[in-house]
T-cell receptor, first 115, second 114 residues
Framework: DAGVTQSPTHLIKTRGQQVTLRCSPKSGHDTVSWYQQALGQGPQFIFQYYEEEERQRGNFPDRFSGHQFPNYSSELNVNALLLGDSALYLC??????????????FGPGTRLTVT | AQSVTQLDSQVPVFEEAPVELRCNYSSSVSVYLFWYVQYPNQGLQLLLKYLSGSTLVESINGFEAEFNKSQTSFHLRKPSVHISDTAEYFCAVRPSGGYNKLIFGAGTRLAVHP
């Protein structure tokens, strides 16, 4: 059973460009969250998707947007890239029937470098 | 707003020595508490969690953490570390009533030396 997968592994973009990151949740999971982990810091919550809708959002500007597809996979889009957007972007999924376990499974991340 | 403070950014320790990684949180509501480990160039892996019940929780690889409500702490301990425990450790809280959003600390780099 494959875990959470993310693509691409690494990405280099120029300031002002747009980027799309992709995430496939673990089999049986229907909720996907995205986190930004800057170098030397802990992950920061960006937003969460459930039933193809954004359910909760962290303190990130509207340049950060997302989408969830009927197969539960998700995309993170960032427009007008800034140097400060350079980070490891982590996707996490959890199962619909997890009840109160609250366990999230993280992918390996996409390393985005903005030059 | 909830926050998590990991009191040590780096903890160097010799192999087979005991270690404690400290975590304090601030929250006016009930929380669920987690420790995650991140090995180089990898994502986060859940180490252990406290949801309710016994305040002492254990992982399968010898780590344990104790929830202390009065001190709002959730310190991670291991009586004897191995070289393979070298990694970044993150403490996280999930406020009750939310949608599973996790709030992470800045992390503690555990470096085990031979």
């Amino acid at each position: 059973d494959a875990g959470v997968t993310q693509s691409p592994t690494h990405l280099i973009k120029t300031r002002g460009q747009q980027v799309t990151l992709r995430c496939s949740p673990k089999s049986g999971h229907d909720t996907v969250s995205w986190y930004q982990q800057a170098l030397g810091q802990g992950p920061q919550f960006i937003f969460q998707y459930y039933e193809e809708e954004e359910r909760q959002r962290g303190n990130f500007p509207d340049r950060f947007s997302g989408h969830q597809f009927p197969n539960y996979s998700s995309e993170l889009n960032v427009n007008a890239l800034l140097l400060g957007d350079s980070a490891l972007y982590l996707c996490a999924s959890r199962p619909a029937t997890s009840g109160f376990s609250y366990e999230q499974y993280f992918g390996p991340g996409t390393r985005l470098t903005v030059t | 707003a909830q926050s998590v403070t990991q009191l040590d950014s780096q903890v160097p320790v010799f192999e087979e020595a005991p270690v404690e990684l400290r975590c304090n949180y601030s929250s006016s509501v009930s929380v669920y508490l987690f420790w995650y480990v991140q090995y180089p160039n990898q994502g986060l892996q859940l180490l252990l969690k406290y949801l309710s019940g016994s305040t002492l929780v254990e992982s399968i690889n010898g780590f344990e953490a104790e929830f202390n409500k009065s001190q709002t702490s959730f310190h991670l301990r291991k009586p004897s570390v191995h070289i393979s425990d070298t990694a970044e450790y993150f403490c996280a809280v999930r406020p009750s009533g939310g949608y599973n959003k996790l709030i992470f600390g800045a992390g503690t780099r555990l470096a085990v030396h031979p």
